[in-house]
């Protein structure tokens, strides 16, 4: 049977390509809003993390209608660490829009996902957007993207795609590069026409692969992926198995099933196979498993997601302040929190240690990580975090650490920064182009050489600088690189920092806290220029004397404090040092808290 009602697409492309914001015009064109509904941007981006920061983190489902035709679209992550997603969701579909930038051109991630794309014989089409840009340069891009292609050993029928252009922004698509276009249509027509309508066996024994994990309070956990043959009825008997994992085999009923339509879930009493659905009543499915009839159990085959290449430490609090800021402060809460994230993050892994208090939480780069730092501590929750460090490998008794291909794009004039920077970190040239006024360096870097190179980088480039990485593999152990060349500045005692203790601190480095701010022993409150850790008492009160009015202290200038983001201060934690997430301070301390007790494990060599 041929289902010529319905198209399943994916939209992948680089970060910041505009993905979103393409989606958000697919949906007003496509009749999911009412004509005089206010729509905010980005629409998809549902989370607050993803508003405030721009990025996609969890691929997103909504579908529209077009000449009778439903096309269920699923919106990806651009960012490398979030790949795990894009690899997941591909899965579900059998044609894939790849989004390319009009000046950009394909960047490193477009590589990576259309890889994925073309692995699994997806039929493409070519998106070219925001031709809006004055800098764009369509036919330059149109060459770069045939290229890349030819690299990737497309099929005849994938070099073949068709090329369509558009401005997300205001909605317009055009199949012919010096035209804008009216509206999205030639986008639309070009997906049903290209994407062949699926073959699909209705008749069949049910069998559906979940792609994508949900949770709601109410019914659990939600399985969502396409329905690869047979139907789904409600309070069906259903059994779940996994390709990878045997002996998983675990009996249920479909509780109750939704479509997507528009923003929506709609629920049914069935579905036909080539229909993306939700099912809910199945309390230990996760990603990666097969919902099958009982009598007929085969596991789908499930694309391998790549491996975790960098590991922090998590950890109950226990600094002077522990259990004032959090609501969650357990070491189950915190266990229970990061086994639950596990379920929906098909990247991450989570392993207990010797330690009953600590986890060690695998991800794929710092981005992935810190993006489930935030959400934790946005949730209330209060932990503590190690310096992150890279997962080393073992093989033929050779030590091997991953690497990374990092792509910048700087003005011409800052690529000494650049290179001086790569020759520390151990970076390696693999090209060197020229792309309109600016100079794009692509380079292979040890991961471990990268970290807290982002915040140095957009300080070098004056923030004009484009910072783009991508997984390369593992090589052999480059030797050591040095972590960081400043100190810190560490508190003496418990107390709150005063003008007068803070001004005499400033003369030793850059302060990262403000009069007033509570303190403890132990607590970094500031980076000393030296290489090493210098203990400052920012507590310290001017003694009162005849001659000396407490007043005058408001005659001290502090320079303004620099307050660390939760990056910049993962970025910094050297490995002695502790990172305390609560839901309203992100402190850096050391892990031993007494002066005298860390001077003495430090001679030791224990620190």
Wanted: with cysteine; charged share 30%; hydrophobic share 35%.
């Amino acid at each position: 049977m041929r289902r010529t009602d319905v198209r399943n697409v994916a939209i992948i492309a680089h970060v910041d390509h505009g993905k979103t914001t393409l989606v958000n015009e697919m949906l007003k064109q496509g009749g999911v809003f009412r004509e005089n509904q206010e729509v905010m941007d980005r629409v998809m981006d549902s989370g607050d993390l993803e508003r405030e920061r721009g990025i996609t983190i969890l691929a997103k489902n909504t579908s529209v209608f077009y000449n009778g035709v439903k096309i269920n679209i699923v919106d990806t992550p651009g960012h490398a660490d979030f790949g795990g997603e894009v690899e997941r969701v591909l899965k579900m579909v059998n044609g894939v829009l790849v989004l390319v930038d009009a000046c950009e051109g394909p960047m490193p991630q477009t590589r990576f996902v259309m890889q994925k794309a073309l692995e699994l014989n997806h039929r493409l089409i070519i998106v070219v957007n925001k031709i809006d840009r004055p800098d764009a340069r369509l036919s330059e891009v149109q060459d770069e993207i045939l290229e890349l292609l030819f690299d990737l050993n497309a099929s005849e029928s994938q070099i073949d795609s068709p090329i369509v252009f558009c401005s997300g922004r205001d909605g317009t698509a055009s199949l012919d590069c010096n035209e804008k276009g009216s509206d999205l249509k030639p986008l639309f027509d070009a997906i049903v026409n290209h994407f062949e309508p699926q073959e699909v066996d209705e008749k069949g024994a049910f069998q559906m692969l979940v792609s994508s994990i949900d949770y709601n309070e109410y019914v659990g956990r939600i399985g969502i992926g396409r329905i690869e043959r047979g139907v789904a009825e409600v309070n069906q008997e259903v059994e779940t198995c996994n390709y990878n994992v045997k002996g998983k085999e675990l009996k249920g009923k479909l509780v109750s099933i939704y479509q997507i339509e528009g923003l929506n879930r709609v629920p049914v009493e069935k579905a036909i196979a080539g229909d993306i659905v939700c099912v809910s009543g199945l309390e230990n499915v996760s990603i990666g498993d097969t919902i099958c009839t009982p009598t007929a159990v085969e596991p789908v085959p499930f694309v391998k997601i790549s491996e975790p290449t960098v590991e922090m430490t998590f950890s109950v609090n226990d600094s002077p302040f522990a259990g004032k800021e959090g609501k969650f402060v357990t070491t189950r809460h915190l266990r229970d929190r990061l086994f639950r994230e596990m379920l929906k993050d098909v990247s991450l892994r989570v392993e207990a240690t010797d330690s009953a208090d600590s986890y060690r939480v695998c991800g794929r780069g710092e981005m992935h990580l810190s993006i489930l730092i935030e959400t934790m501590r946005r949730g209330g929750y209060e932990f503590q975090v190690g310096a992150p460090k890279v997962m080393f490998r073992e093989e033929n008794g050779k030590l091997l650490e991953p690497m990374e291909r990092l792509v910048v794009d700087v003005p011409e004039d800052k690529t000494g920064s650049v290179f001086s920077s790569m020759g520390t970190r151990k970076g390696e040239l693999i090209q060197m182009e020229n792309v309109g006024s600016r100079i794009r360096l692509e380079f292979k870097v040890p991961e471990r050489g990268l970290f807290g190179y982002k915040s140095q980088f957009l300080t070098e480039t004056r923030g004009e600088g484009v910072f783009n990485t991508l997984f390369y593999g593992y090589e052999e152990y480059k030797g050591e690189i040095e972590r960081r060349s400043t100190g810190s500045l560490v508190a003496f005692e418990t107390g709150e920092a005063v003008t007068y203790g803070l001004f005499n601190a400033q003369g030793r480095g850059q302060l990262f806290i403000g009069a007033g701010t509570p303190v403890y022993e132990g607590m970094v409150v500031g980076m000393s220029p030296k290489n090493e850790d210098i203990t400052v008492n920012v507590c310290k009160k001017k003694h009162l004397t005849n001659t000396r009015a407490s007043g005058s202290d408001d005659a001290l200038r502090l320079e303004t404090p620099k307050i660390m983001t939760l990056e910049e201060a993962m970025e910094f934690i050297a490995d002695d040092e502790l990172l305390e997430i609560t839901p309203k301070n992100v402190r850096i301390r050391k892990k031993t808290l007494n002066t005298e007790m860390r001077l003495k494990r430090k001679a030791k060599g224990l620190e």
